[in-house]
């Protein structure tokens, strides 16, 4: 009987205990079913994801519209009369983000793949009310995904957006350069926030007077004499 309501207890963690009593409520874990075991919210964890998933929206509607509209290598400015610094351009890149290093495509599908495993795991590690830093997740993981989708799928990624000298990219590519740059703000204004704490933190430097030195230096001087 016991070792039934061991067996018993083992099957349904954090349900019983080995009396059969219900220990549910007085259960740590489960006293806050609305959020995960760092104590961040399910609603805060999901905010990354569902930013990827309007990039990925986005993303993926543009490139279908300008494949099927335009032909590659082909150009077509909106305002004529300033084609020199934006047009859209349909162009095949086998690079990374803005047509960087064009032969790379295989290792840019496995980087892609890595910096998503990591950016995930880096949101349920990140503690709770950070909420800039999913944004900035969400962004990155987004962008990442949506170039994975065209690499796997035609073993290159459309770009369309071409501003005159600057390299020809497209959403995935604007929204992982955001979210890099958003990363790279708050992590210097954290900095600098850690810094100021610091100083708050170090004791304020004393300083003594010379006049009163001076009076407690006279009398040994004195009986020295």
């Known amino acids: ?14 349900k019983i205990n080995c009396m059969g009593e219900d220990i549910l409520s007085s259960n740590p874990k489960t006293e806050e079913l609305g959020k995960s075991k760092a104590g961040v919210s399910w609603m805060e964890l999901a905010i990354p994801f569902l930013i990827m998933a309007v990039v990925l929206v986005v993303d993926q509607l543009s490139k279908a519209i300008v494949e099927s509209w335009l032909p590659l290598n082909a150009s077509w400015a909106p305002i004529p009369s300033i084609s020199s610094l934006f047009r859209l351009s349909h162009v095949a890149n086998t690079g990374a983000a803005f047509g960087l290093f064009p032969t790379g495509s295989t290792l840019f599908a496995l980087v892609a793949v890595g910096v998503s495993i990591f950016i995930v795991i880096y949101n349920f590690r990140l503690p709770a009310h950070n909420m800039a830093y999913r944004i900035a997740l969400g962004l990155m993981l987004g962008g990442a995904l949506g170039n994975l989708i065209d690499r796997l799928r035609q073993d290159h990624v459309t770009d369309f957006f071409d501003f005159g000298p600057w390299p020809v990219f497209n959403v995935a590519d604007l929204c992982i350069v955001s979210g890099v740059i958003l990363m790279a703000v708050l992590m210097l204004r954290d900095e ?15 300083t003594v007077d010379t006049d009163q030195s001076e009076s407690i230096e006279e009398p040994s001087s004195i009986m020295n004499d």
């Open 192 to 206: 600098w926030q850690g810094v100021q704490a610091e100083r708050q933190k170090q004791p304020p430097e004393t």
């Open 1 to 14: 009987m016991l070792f039934h309501m061991r067996w018993y207890k083992d099957s349904l963690p954090g």
